[in-house]
């Protein structure tokens, strides 16, 4: 673990107690972060050999909590920009199952902020009636966006931003990573889903609207498709960033900016994606501007 404050280092304690909250909300602008906590944390729970400092990274429950294959650490994360009831009833069914081969289930739940209303309701089920032994993370960026009845039974835990050298230390390609935080302006959770995605075909993706936009040619659209919500939100996100570095700048017209925001907003309310864009490049054609370079 790269960094460990007080607050984590209670919580490490709580869990080799096995007196570990059943309900944590990791929240914050280090997604990677939370990650790792999240799974150190099963792993403390479920290790066959623990140590004094922490678990022991060699026993066959440890290797496969790190690569995704414990049948008792469940994760969870929006297929698209939401997570819907579906998702969770499904999820809700494992949950209920007996222990197959660990001590304690643990389930992560990724960008718990966009969990619909009856997705919110369904988990909330779990979290007031928990099964034995089992523990629920949830992690978001906003804890606003975290249902109040869900949040008040919960503990808190506030994940600052790494450094920029920390996050950078995690990453393989340290020039990709360096082109997705400068992508992201500099935000770490936006950085990562631009390396999860790939740098090179998001750039792409996004010289290309430039290109439409600048040229008014709405045909050439039809090369930016088919495209799915979560590459829609990730690629405006983006443009969000560019534009607003345009701004001030003083070469990009903020009408932009509240276009762009507007389009992501509609999108959140599940309209079809390709439809989103195409009313975004017909507003920006209007406006006769074009994002920046």
């Known amino acids: 673990m790269k960094i460990m404050n007080l607050q984590l280092a209670l919580l490490e304690k709580a869990a080799r107690e096995e007196r570990l909250a059943h309900l944590l909300l990791f929240y914050g602008e280090s997604a990677l972060h939370q990650r790792e906590v999240a799974l150190r944390l099963a792993q403390i729970l479920n290790c066959s050999h623990p140590t004094p400092e922490g678990p022991c990274q060699a026993c066959p429950s440890c290797h496969k909590i790190l690569s995704g294959n414990h049948p008792d650490v469940l994760w969870l994360k929006p297929p698209k920009t939401s997570l819907g009831i579906e998702q969770v009833l499904t999820w809700q069914e494992k949950v209920y199952l007996k222990h197959y081969e660990g001590k304690y289930k643990v389930s992560v739940i990724e960008h718990a902020e966009s969990l619909t209303l009856p997705a919110a309701n369904a988990l909330l089920k779990v979290i007031e009636e928990p099964p034995e032994r089992t523990v629920i993370i949830?992690?978001?960026?906003?804890?606003?966006?975290?249902?109040?009845?869900?949040?008040?039974?919960?503990?808190?835990?506030?994940?600052?931003?790494?450094?920029?050298?920390?996050?950078?230390?995690?990453?393989?390609?340290?020039?990709?990573?360096?082109?997705?935080?400068?992508?992201?302006?500099?935000?770490?959770?936006?950085?990562?889903?631009?390396?999860?995605?790939?740098?090179?075909?998001?750039?792409?993706?996004?010289?290309?609207?430039?290109?439409?936009?600048?040229?008014?040619?709405?045909?050439?659209?039809?090369?930016?498709?088919?495209?799915?919500?979560?590459?829609?939100?990730?690629?405006?996100?983006?443009?969000?960033?560019?534009?607003?570095?345009?701004?001030?700048?003083?070469?990009?017209?903020?009408?932009?900016?509240?276009?762009?925001?507007?389009?992501?907003?509609?999108?959140?309310?599940?309209?079809?994606?390709?439809?989103?864009?195409?009313?975004?490049?017909?507003?920006?054609?209007?406006?006769?501007?074009?994002?920046?370079?």
């Open 138 to 293: 949830l992690s978001a960026e906003n804890a606003e966006g975290i249902l109040p009845t869900i949040l008040s039974r919960a503990q808190v835990v506030y994940f600052p931003n790494y450094s920029e050298e920390v996050w950078l230390e995690g990453e393989e390609d340290q020039l990709e990573a360096v082109q997705a935080l400068e992508l992201s302006g500099k935000n770490q959770n936006l950085a990562t889903a631009i390396l999860e995605h790939g740098v090179s075909s998001l750039q792409k993706w996004v010289a290309t609207f430039r290109t439409v936009v600048e040229e008014r040619d709405f045909l050439k659209l039809f090369l930016l498709f088919p495209i799915d919500k979560q590459h829609a939100s990730l690629y405006l996100q983006v443009m969000a960033v560019q534009t607003q570095e345009g701004i001030q700048k003083g070469i990009i017209h903020p009408f932009e900016l509240l276009a762009i925001g507007k389009a992501l907003d509609v999108l959140r309310q599940q309209v079809n994606p390709r439809l989103v864009i195409e009313v975004l490049a017909l507003e920006l054609f209007q406006q006769g501007g074009a994002l920046c370079d």
